[in-house]
Structure formats: C-alpha cells, structure tokens
C-alpha cells in the first residue's frame, strides 16, 4: 500500500514526530509561542514539500488543541480567525523557506538556513498584518512584537539545527536540513 506522502527515508515519520514532541513540549515550558516559521525552515530543509507542509500543519493544530484545551482561548469568531490565520501564514512560510532553500542550492547550510529564514519570516509576518487587517479592521505594525516573534522563532531555530547537526553526526539516516528525505 503507498502512502500519500511517499519519503525514500523511512525515519522522516519518526523524526517529525519527534520535532513535534519537542516543540510543542518545549512551548509549553516558555510559554504558549509556537515557533512556527522555525519548524517550517527546519520541514522544508529536511523534508519533501508535502510532508514539510503536513508537519507544520501539525505543529499548528497541536498548538491550537493546547491553545483552545488547556489556556481556554475564547471560543469566539475573532480566536478562530486569528487560528485560521496563523495556519495559513505557517504555509505559506513553508512555501517561503523551500523557494529560499531551492534558489540557494549550493550554497553553505548556514547561508540557506539564513535565507530561509528570512523568507519565511517575512512571508508570516506579511500574511500575519493581512490576518489582522481581515480580523480586526485596522493594520498596525509593531515593531517590539514582530521583533520578539523574530528573536524567538530564530533562538528555535538555532536550538533545532544544533540539534540537527549533532544527529547527523549518529549512525541514524534520519532527515537532517538540507537533505530532503
């Protein structure tokens, strides 16, 4: 039987898995801030688009379950919105990092983590000013939030290919960044 999402590594289940234990677990330590443009920089380095895509997704909505579960978000219009929104900015960073990571191909890893960074930085934060001019009526930049989601999302993302870097160095053929599985 194949799958819908085929990986000639059979380790990228196992491996997502694990990154998403580890975020959502780490998350939940520093508080309810998921890295999503890190663990969509991390997807598209390490896995094929559809799984990046999938594992992002699922980072999201573990995040949401957390979010709505145990910090009883408001079940109301705006809250959903604003989820909605966040789902579609964690995408279409996905998008961003693979289309960086696709046109530095060749370059040293710490260039193309940087571009892809980059990208999919700007990507959510683009998508998330058009979800607060949908949701809110009004289109406000502020600075000290995007910087802190900036700051917080490559601390993460730096955590995550530390990480990554130690286990190539394993016998494990798991998926590491830069390698799509």
């Known amino acids: 039987m194949s799958s819908v999402l085929p990986s000639p590594n059979p380790h990228a289940g196992p491996w997502s898995a694990g990154l998403l234990v580890l975020v959502l677990g780490g998350s939940l330590l520093i508080g309810c ?3 999503l443009v890190a663990v969509a920089v991390i997807a598209a380095g390490a896995l094929p688009l559809g799984r990046a895509l999938l594992l992002t997704g699922a980072v999201w909505l573990a995040g949401q379950a957390i979010g709505f579960g145990l910090h009883d978000y408001p079940r109301d219009a705006q809250a959903i919105s ?3 929104g966040l789902a579609v900015a964690a995408f279409v960073s996905v998008l ?3 289309a960086a990571l696709k ?3 060749g370059q040293p890893p710490w260039l193309r983590a940087g571009a892809a960074f980059v990208a999919a930085f700007v990507a959510d934060q683009v998508v998330i000013l058009g979800v607060e001019q949908v949701v809110t009526g009004a289109c ?3 600075p000290g939030v995007i910087s802190l989601m900036g700051a917080v999302n490559a601390a993460w ?7 990554d870097a ?3 160095r394993t016998a494990l053929p ?3 960044f830069g390698r799509s599985a």
């Open 166 to 168: 130690a286990l190539r």
């Open 103 to 105: 046109a530095s191909a």
């Open 82 to 84: 604003w989820g909605v």
């Open 140 to 142: 406000t930049i502020r």
């Open 96 to 98: 961003a990092a693979a």
């Open 33 to 35: 801030l998921e890295p």
């Open 157 to 163: 993302l730096a955590g995550l290919l530390a990480l």
């Open 174 to 176: 798991l998926p590491a």
